[in-house]
């Protein structure tokens, strides 16, 4: 995913499927960064201080351009983080697509500042706990269908931890 969003950022024209092989990590990194911090409401210097933490130097201008870049090139965030804004200022909540609900009601604060952070958290929430409801679906997966395969031939196998988006 990344490494597509780069392609789009930077006009790498990249073959599909995409890969990471394809491109450098000074490439990839400022998209992967930019995109995490775009749903987290970054600005250019919080992504200035997340690329040198990554070992690239970039200016605060150059990291401007990339945000408006990676907004350019997933142009439908822009209204799904609005939508979700707009969700949790009508009802003070959001709710994921599988119907798990975060309160905020940061969102109807006085102070401008802690409305923001509601606002992020909005859709902040639905894509993180969207993410947490596949990954157990994958797990309950793997637990009722996988592992009984194995078990019926005469295989051993408990998975045993779960990493962000891995199942070990």
């Not at 605060?60 to 209204?79: M, N, R």
């Not at 939508?83 to 940061?106: F, K, N, Q, T």
Request: net charge positive; proline share 5%; aromatic share 10%.
């Amino acid at each position: 995913m990344h490494t597509g969003t780069a392609d789009k950022m930077f006009g790498l024209n990249l073959q599909r499927p995409y890969s990471k092989k394809q491109i450098e990590k000074e490439e990839r990194d400022p998209a992967k960064r930019t995109g995490f911090g775009v749903i987290t409401g970054i600005q250019a210097q919080g992504l200035v201080d997340q690329m040198r933490l990554q070992g690239i130097v970039v200016s605060e201008e150059e990291a401007a351009k990339w945000i408006v870049d990676w907004l350019a090139a997933c142009p439908a965030v822009p209204e799904y983080m609005q939508r979700c804004h707009r969700e949790a200022m009508a009802y003070g909540y959001v709710r994921d697509w599988s119907g798990r609900i975060r309160y905020l009601p940061g969102i109807h604060s006085p102070f401008r500042h802690i409305r923001a952070e509601a606002g992020r958290q909005s859709h902040s929430h639905k894509i993180q706990a969207g993410a947490q409801s596949i990954m157990k679906i994958a797990m309950a997966t793997a637990w009722f269908e996988i592992l009984p395969y194995w078990v019926a031939r005469g295989k051993f196998i408990v998975p045993t931890l779960q990493v962000h988006a891995s199942l070990m």
